[in-house]
């Protein structure tokens, strides 16, 4: 008589990815305020004591969530440019494109990160991964080009990417969406506010500043 399998049970890591997935899924569909706990147990297929098992709390889930969509937008700075760009506007534009892109395409990340919530925890987090994204654009433009010196006290890639994000997130809460005509916008305050600092030709990446 043959012996029946006994059904494999799934890991914590697993179930983590699960309970993120579904709310995820849950927020590609409607706002913030209808999600819960339950609401995340029965999109996922499980108990809600396996949801609060990992997350105590509804917020805990979007912050777990919120780390995820870091590591992506992170993951849009490391995609090759090709051909080179003519200069630091033009890469600065492409950067952007990029992170808007990524947001029309993400309701979750639009709801999470430009909604209007109160969610401390996920406004906290967004604002240390803020000044992780500012370092990492700023090596992006110094590996094309040689930068001046710039500012000890204040980190002005940082400070550009906040401010064009702060401009789509009143676009989103107006509108439930990101327009083309703000968008563009966003561009353009980011490279006005760069160009207070970096001329509008720099010297490519393997020219020494004279």
């Not at 995820?68 to 200069?87: G, R, S, T, Y």
């Not at 906290?124 to 992006?140: E, V």
Request: with cysteine; hydrophobic share 45%; charged share 20%.
């Amino acid at each position: 008589m043959s012996r029946s399998v006994p059904k494999r049970r799934a890991s914590s890591q697993e179930r983590i990815e699960r309970i993120l997935h579904a709310a995820r899924e849950l927020l590609d569909r409607q706002g913030l305020a209808d999600l819960s706990i339950y609401a995340i147990a029965e999109q996922a297929e499980i108990p809600p004591s396996s949801v609060y098992h990992f997350f105590p709390q509804t917020g805990d889930v979007l912050v777990a969530l919120a780390q995820q969509v870091f590591v992506e937008l992170d993951a849009l700075l490391l995609q090759p440019l090709a051909p080179a760009p003519a200069n630091w506007m033009v890469l600065v534009a492409e950067l952007e494109r990029r992170f808007q892109g990524y947001y029309q395409s993400n309701a979750a990340a639009r709801e999470l990160l430009l909604g209007a919530h109160e969610l401390s925890a996920v406004r906290q987090a967004d604002r240390l991964h803020d000044r992780q994204l500012g370092r990492r654009f700023q090596d992006c433009l110094e590996a094309f080009f040689s930068l001046p010196v710039l500012p000890a006290e204040v980190d002005i890639f940082t400070l550009a990417m906040q401010a064009a994000d702060k401009l789509l997130a009143v676009d989103y809460q107006q509108h439930g969406e990101l327009t083309p005509a703000i968008c563009q916008e966003a561009t353009r305050m980011m490279t006005a506010y760069l160009g207070l600092y970096l001329p509008a030709l720099l010297p490519p990446a393997s020219e020494e500043m004279s």
